[in-house]
């Protein structure tokens, strides 16, 4: 079956660490997403890409780094300059239709030890 | 810049009833689409509904269903007959059908929706 696959489901990063979250999709999507979920929170852009070598900050990029050298995988690296990574990260993907909604990946728990 | 507004931080609602969350939208668009996500405790983000804006007819999935206020810029979700596994945070979005927007979704802050056994 299509979908996305993030990995690993759980993972804890010490302090000055770079760490990376792995986002893959075989749905052919052209554009896919990352989003950062606070506890009781929403969801809050940190990077999307819509094409392959091409991505654009979203609204919480500090701190992050994003690479699409594949259509179907979207790595976020978490650098040690991001001050309070511990939260939970979502990748989406989505065709390019215009009314198509986003279909997502079942998420990262960072932590911070 | 679009925006879309969830008043209802949380919301319960007794096994078997009806409930209807609500869902606002400022934009100066006329052709766009809505989404409802459902985030269970497991937290996989999972589409529930979805309305384009140029259909009068309201969306309707099983025992899901949306009243859609275009004039009004309302989007509500209306889920009958309530069953525990409804529980979880129910979010609303917008996508704008232009390409400046890149096509984004914007999203609601969320509605806890707690199901009373």
């Known amino acids: 079956d299509g979908g996305i696959t993030q990995s690993p489901k759980y993972l804890f990063r010490k302090e000055g660490q770079n760490v990376t979250l792995s986002c893959e999709q075989n749905l052919n999507h052209d554009a896919m997403y990352w989003y950062r979920q606070d506890p009781g929170q929403g969801l809050r852009l940190i990077y999307y890409?819509?094409?392959?070598?091409?991505?654009q900050k979203g609204d919480i990029a500090e701190g992050y780094s994003v690479s699409r050298e594949k259509k179907e995988s979207f790595p976020l690296t978490v650098t040690s300059a991001q001050k309070n990574p511990t939260a939970f990260y979502l990748c989406a993907s989505s065709p390019q239709g215009r009314g198509s909604g986003y279909t997502f990946g079942s998420g990262t728990r960072l932590t911070v030890v | 810049a679009q925006t879309v507004t969830q008043s209802q931080p949380e919301m319960s609602v007794q096994e078997a009833e009806t409930v209807t969350l609500s869902c606002t939208y400022d934009t100066s668009e006329s052709d766009y689409y809505l989404f409802w996500y459902k985030q269970p405790p497991s937290r996989q983000m999972i589409l529930v509904i979805r309305?384009?804006?140029?259909k009068q007819q309201n969306a309707t999935e099983n025992r899901f269903s949306v009243n859609f206020q275009k004039a009004a810029k309302s989007f509500s979700l209306k889920i009958s007959d309530s069953q525990l596994g409804d529980a979880a945070m129910y979010f609303c979005a917008y996508r704008s059908a232009s390409m400046d927007s890149n096509y984004q979704l914007i999203w609601g802050a969320g509605t806890k929706l707690i199901i009373k056994p």
């Open positions: 890409s819509q094409i392959v070598n091409d991505f």
């Open positions: 309305q384009e804006a140029y």
